[in-house]
């Protein structure tokens, strides 16, 4: 069920001490950004049959539909395709800065092992303690591998590590992350590419996080016609609603919304005598 989906998560994450990608925050002013995630719930020219592809098939058709040349397309894992790292060196003239995991397997154990015994990083930050926590964030970086793995147009690999401690707790959690860019070093500094791969998560945190884990878009049964691309618009619609009245959390106000018709209409200010309490 979808809860225990959820909640095995929650346990999963706590259990490792690792903490979840998703709660990687701070949004990127840098409009030069662009990631391509849930790409396949935008139309892609008039063919039904390109529509209901999956994100790897559907990631080019979306991007011809965009202006690419100079920018850094960020994506997750399931987009770090040579064929996808070609498409847009070659023939967008534009950056690729992919997540590496294990279904690129050799890739992550080259990367894994030049990183092994890091010393200092080469770049670290530390948040400001919002939200209850502090977070500091390292990156290494190497064009060491550049000869030598299989992968087109390696500018450099990092590694990215997140220490988040919680402020009321102490309880510290680690997160690590692998990735690639066809960026050089001096096309880009470790300052730069934690920048954007800030950039990449901020997408995440504000609006695909909500949709994986409070709509569990990826487990919706709506697959015929027109339905899926409807669908996919009424959440984000929901979305863009709760946040123009400028709460704090989105998913926290679906929860105080779910089922309850009359608190609907009173935050949406839809009934004459609206409680005005309610934002």
Known sequence: KPG?????????LRSTGISSPYHERGR??????????????????DDESVKRTNEINLAIPL??????????????????QRKIADYLVIRRQ??????????????????TLLFQDRGQPDYSECSPPDH????IRKIWVSSE???YIDFPHVG??????????????????????????SRTTREASPKRLLEINRGHWSIENSCHYILDWNFDE???????????????????????????KKISSVAQKMRELNRNVRLVFDYLRMTKNTCQSIH
């Open 63 to 80: 991007l011809d539909t965009i202006d690419l040349k100079g920018k850094d397309v960020t994506a997750d894992a399931l987009l770090t």
């Open 94 to 111: 534009a950056h690729y800065h992919f997540t590496v995991k294990g279904n690129q397997r050799r890739l992550l154990d080259d990367i």
């Open 132 to 135: 209850g926590r502090i977070e």
């Open 4 to 12: 225990n989906r959820r909640q095995n998560h929650a346990q999963r």
């Open 156 to 181: 450099q690999v990092f590694i990215i590590e997140r220490e988040c401690t919680n402020k009321k707790t102490g309880k510290l959690s680690l997160d690590v992350a692998y990735g690639i860019t």
């Open 218 to 244: 990826d487990r919706s049964r709506i697959r015929t016609g027109h339905g899926p691309e409807n669908g996919s618009r009424l959440r984000r619609f929901v979305i863009g609603l709760i946040k123009s």
């Open 28 to 45: 990127s002013p840098d409009q030069t950004l662009l990631r391509s995630k849930k790409v396949r719930t935008i139309p892609a020219a």
């Open 145 to 147: 591998l550049n000869d």
